[in-house]
């Protein structure tokens, strides 16, 4: 399942995006940050916050994750590494676990997406997908068709 949803946040409603793989339910919230950005010298800076939830029965453990980030001139990186912000957390059925992190790009708007690794306590690893989500800033340029 994955979709996009709106949240309260102060005075407006930031978008957040779901996905549930296998039951586990990602969370994206992502956040455009103007004052670490400097947009006359193409640093655009975004945070996210990301809440991973196992609602399904078995016990799991996040090893890894994989990442696709794109700008809006379509150039794409991929980022690799273990676990998330220096941990590799272990989610019982119900737990959640959230963190927070942070995306530059040289453009003024791109996207995201990946996935996680996840191990069962049994042994069986599998994928987590992470829904695609937008970076947006009030610098983008608009194209009108």
Known sequence: ????????????????YEQTTRGIRVRVLPAFLA???SPEEGRFLWSYTITIENCG????????????????SGRRQEVRGPGVVGAQPVLEPGQ???YTSGCPLPTASGAMNGRYLM???????FDVEIPIFLLESPHERRQIH
């Open 119 to 125: 191990k069962t306590v049994a042994g069986e690893a």
């Open 96 to 98: 959640s676990f959230e």
């Open 1 to 16: 399942m994955q979709g996009q949803i709106s949240i309260e946040r102060g005075l407006g409603r930031l978008p957040a």
């Open 57 to 72: 029965t078995e016990t799991v453990q996040l090893i890894a994750r994989y990442w696709q980030i794109t700008d809006e």
């Open 35 to 37: 004052d670490q950005s």
